[in-house]
């Protein structure tokens, strides 16, 4: 069965320092991998995936992960921080085999002026 | 495109009442996805649609609950009798193929 799991139910960071969210997963076969962002009283909003190719992605909002299979984690980060980023983030996972997503717990980030 | 279409925002009904959850997924999308948000126990897939036919439906928690696609743009869910511990944040979300999956904006049940 797959699954992820999310380091740290909240974070909270000072605005313009560095963004980082742990996200670990467990897969029998090949992941693929997503970020969302959750805002207040909104849906799912999709950040980033990752499939196959390129372990680096790059998303919206200048956040990016890194696929590291060594280390079973795709870590989401953004070099500097805004008011803007405070929301709930999600890391989420799936496979060839199943479309359905399975999502972490969330991480809820704070930013403070 | 308009995005997933969830109606109503927002449920108060009391146990024992009927409850139906509507969804008009993104014209063309071929999945639909049935979501429940919790603080207990997070987001948990409840259903998912291939084609308007059930794939999988094993995260239904029982037999209270109900999903039914009958056609491309429109899918239910439905609970009766409803209990408190259904209160809870219930999100669509369809996609096509591969493609990510595009979330509603909810539907918030509170059930007194």
């Known amino acids: 069965a797959q699954s992820v799991t999310q380091l740290g139910s909240h974070v909270s960071v000072s605005e313009g320092a560095l963004v980082l969210l742990r996200c670990n997963y467990s897969?029998?076969?090949?992941?693929?991998l997503f970020w969302y962002v959750q805002y207040p009283n909104q849906g799912l909003q999709l950040l980033l995936k990752y499939t196959t190719g390129a372990t680096l992605v790059k998303g919206i909002n200048g956040f990016e992960a890194e696929f590291k299979k060594s280390e079973t984690s795709f870590h989401l980060t953004k070099p500097s921080a805004h008011m803007s980023d405070a929301a709930e983030y999600f890391c989420?996972?799936?496979?060839?085999?199943?479309?359905?997503?399975?999502f972490g717990s969330g991480t809820r980030l704070q930013v403070q002026p | 495109d308009a995005g997933v279409i969830q109606s109503p925002r927002h449920e108060v009904t009391e146990m024992g009442q009927e409850v139906t959850l509507r969804c008009k997924p993104i014209s063309g999308h071929d999945y639909l996805f049935w979501y429940r948000q919790t603080m207990m126990r997070g987001l948990e897939l409840l259903i998912y649609f291939n084609n308007n036919v059930p794939i999988d439906d094993s995260g239904m928690p029982e037999d209270r609950f109900s999903a039914k696609m009958p056609n491309a743009s429109f899918s239910t869910l439905k609970i009766q009798p409803s209990e408190p511990r259904d209160s809870a944040v219930y999100f669509c979300a369809s996609s096509l193929g591969n493609s990510p999956l595009h979330f509603g904006n909810g539907t918030r049940l509170t059930v007194t």
């Open positions: 897969s029998s076969v090949p992941p693929y």
């Open positions: 989420a996972v799936t496979d060839t085999g199943r479309r359905a997503l399975t």
